[in-house]
């Protein structure tokens, strides 16, 4: 096989005036829109993501842990979301495309996610915390058996 035979591919790396890097495939010189396509799927899921921002964002108090208490299925590719605001109670109901839903309900996962993440941190700190404070009470002789 000679080399003519062979298509030469190559990666260039390409800033981009965001500061944003992407990597463009070169096959035989010619770009490939492989990293075109990349680049417009990043830009669509930020502004799903800018759009899944304002719907977690709350209209009256700003609070942005806004949460979803109801999900319906609205046509085939929308969904009906009620929304609550843990700070002020303010409620709204909104329709939304899957993927806006589908990011929402990623968002709201993790937020879960790092609820319990928080939760079981701070039990670790006050069993820590009640365990020093035992051994601080046998240290100094301030448990008696009538404590049990
Ligand atoms: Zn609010």
Redesign the pocket.
């Known amino acids: 096989m000679r080399d003519s035979d062979t298509p030469k591919s190559e990666v260039r790396s390409v800033t981009l005036p965001s500061g944003r890097r992407v990597e463009i495939s070169y096959l035989d010189g010619e770009a490939v829109s492989l990293a075109d396509q990349g680049l417009e799927i990043v830009e669509i899921e930020a502004n799903l993501q800018e759009s899944v921002d304002q719907l977690l964002s ?6 942005d842990t ?1 949460q979803p208490v109801e999900w319906d299925g609205y046509g085939p590719r929308h969904w009906k979301i009620e929304l609550r ?6 409620r709204c109901t909104t329709i939304v495309e899957d993927d806006v839903a589908e990011l929402c309900d990623r968002a709201h996962q993790r937020g879960a996610d790092e609820l319990e993440l928080t939760l079981t941190k701070l039990t670790e700190e006050n069993a820590q915390r009640d365990i020093e404070r035992l051994r601080h009470a046998l240290e100094m002789n301030h448990l008696l058996p009538e404590d049990f």
């Open positions: 709350c209209g009256q108090c700003g609070c806004v605001c843990p700070n002020c109670e303010a």
